[in-house]
DNA sequence: CTGAAAGCGCTTACAG
DNA sequence: CTGAAAGCGCTTACAG
């Protein structure tokens, strides 16, 4: 059915060798053809509709124009997928994509690196944390590959390429403007499994400031296996300031948007106003963020620049393996808008 | 470095038919193997981390365990990305995935399909419209897979496993609402692009309700290249309006959640009432339209159910290659919010 | 300048 | 019950 190297071969008079050549030029090999050889060739292969067989190539050893993403892909959307971006940069660039979910777990990792490998691929992206980073299993597997790219809030402890996709500034930004613009008890939705650092960034953060933060100004939302990340907030709210006559804080910060708005429609069914009674950020900026009323003060993931990196990080190894690893950060920004109070030019002057 | 099962053989002290025939049991084969030989080749094989290449499994014709998605990753998202839920699935399964982007056009599917093939993919999951359906190339390319399962507004013409996701029932389902409580001139924001289906089922439900639709009733957003899908549709509605005196419709259906907040806000800058003044319906479902003020109507395009059916698919196929191909239909619902106006028991009192 | 041979890692008819 | 051989489709040293 599908036209092989020898069928090319054979309509154009010459041995596979000889097509096998003409169809790789540059490629170093004591093989010399005529221009003329080489352009009936060409004229068989496109006759015949021939596609080298990856696969065989793989199993020279050779390249496969693959690319697996290792990404977490269980976890709420921000305002785009990150795989599909990266997916569609790796098919712009003529690379296919195996796309794999880590599950949050260091063992899924290893496993789907492994499968990875198996299969030939010649790089991998990987969304990665300290505790994945931290697994001999993963520092190992990753070994396999020409190329790899890990993405993570903190340095990285694989000795790879490494993109710092850090979020504590934004979180420190966002702290910083709530304080300036006179909020002294801020709480903190965000799920505690995910990320122990974004809550204690938060709370450094505010003691930097002077202030004493309540001992549960962090409320712990897991959205792993929830449908309905508002309900979440409000079930968290509820549990937090269940019979007390008046609200126990004066800002929301939220690891997400949806989170947010789930706040604010609390806020609201209380009476209370967005943000002269209660500031709120979100976080991702999702589509919808500027157009609320008021528009939804979030974080910016940068995740079109972090494409970029990712683009640039992997092709330049895969060009250049034996580079020493690079590593740049890229930060998430705070983006001021009217529910987080004050305003843009002047946090301070509400 | 990674061990073959030449190694496998040699540690056990079999021939690689036998460590082969070990590890496949159950495989129709005139190889037959002492209970005790197939147990020191398991132990073997552990003992050396074997894994079987399953690029020369591939080679040989074998099934990869790989299925292709083929998706329109450009679209604004919906409450979650279709294709991060496929891959999940398909890793349960224990199966990988390969990803790539349809780019809306039929030669890329075709591409696509190529490349999926000759990488010794076991089958596809392909998102298609009716131009896609219609490319000679795409029916051809499709054949050279043992499974298809196709998912398309419409009855596919490709011939394989169908599911008809149906979003016309859903705009009829929200015409009627809006009719019966009282509109009388909605608008909709659509792109015209992606599908003249949604545009003409839109205008003949209000025919059918025996309304005159005006002229520009339906509003072309493009969301392709845009960035800002709200701006879209407060564009969309100044370039409509511009110079009348009083806005010029009772209802908006938008083709997202987020251009139904961008209509929104563009109404709320006119210090007009929703529902009061203009209904507004969006699509999709997104986590926050339950939490914004008022509540968002929607589409639930019912994505948990559709991963469903496409695993069903799928694997019924992979079992039953000759089976004849299958269709079933998954409608997208009206989900009723108060920005809808009137009530969800009751549509017709408002 | 071009062809024949070996081999990547597997599986399966075929001998023994 | 087990092993030797051929072959999937390619590429590359090696002969000529």
Request: hydrophobic share 45%; net charge neutral.
């Amino acid at each position: 059915m599908r036209s092989t190297l020898q069928d090319v071969a054979r309509r154009a008079g010459v041995s596979p060798s000889a097509a096998s050549a003409a169809l790789r030029p540059g490629r170093s090999s004591n093989v010399r053809l005529a221009e003329a050889t080489r352009q009936r060739v060409l004229e068989a292969a496109a006759a015949l509709g021939y596609r080298t067989n990856p696969l065989a190539r793989a199993l020279r050893g050779e390249a496969t124009r693959t690319i697996g993403v290792l990404w977490w892909l269980g976890s709420p959307s921000g305002r785009e997928f990150m795989a599909r971006r990266i997916a569609r940069m790796l098919q712009v660039n003529d690379y296919s994509t195996y796309l794999a979910d880590h599950f949050a777990s260091a063992e899924q990792v290893a496993e789907a690196l492994k499968d990875f490998a198996v299969r030939g691929i010649d790089g991998v992206v990987l969304e990665s944390d300290d505790t994945i980073a931290a697994s001999r299993d993963v520092q190992q597997a990753i070994q396999a590959f020409k190329a790899a790219v890990v993405v993570q809030p903190t340095e990285t402890s694989l000795g790879t390429d490494n993109i710092v996709h850090d979020r504590y500034v934004a979180i420190r930004e966002a702290v910083d403007h709530l304080v300036a613009t006179g909020r002294r008890r801020p709480v903190y939705l965000v799920a505690r499994h995910a990320n122990l650092g974004k809550a204690s960034t938060f709370l450094d953060q505010l003691r930097r400031h002077g202030l004493t933060p309540a001992p549960d100004a962090v409320l712990d939302v897991d959205e792993r296996h929830a449908d309905n990340f508002g309900q979440l907030a409000i079930e968290a709210l509820d549990a937090r300031e269940a019979g007390r006559a008046n609200v126990g804080f004066d800002a929301v910060l939220a690891t997400s948007d949806e989170l947010a708005v789930g706040a604010i429609a609390w806020l609201r069914g209380r009476g209370l106003r967005v943000p002269d009674d209660v500031a709120v950020v979100g976080a991702n900026d999702a589509h919808m963020a500027g157009f609320l009323d008021p528009p939804l003060a979030s974080v910016d993931r940068r995740e079109p620049e972090l494409v970029s990196l990712i683009e640039e990080k992997l092709f330049r190894r895969l060009d250049a393996p034996d580079a020493p690893p690079t590593r740049t950060s890229l930060a998430m920004r705070f983006v001021w808008r009217p529910s987080a109070g004050g305003s843009a030019q002047h946090p301070g002057q509400p």
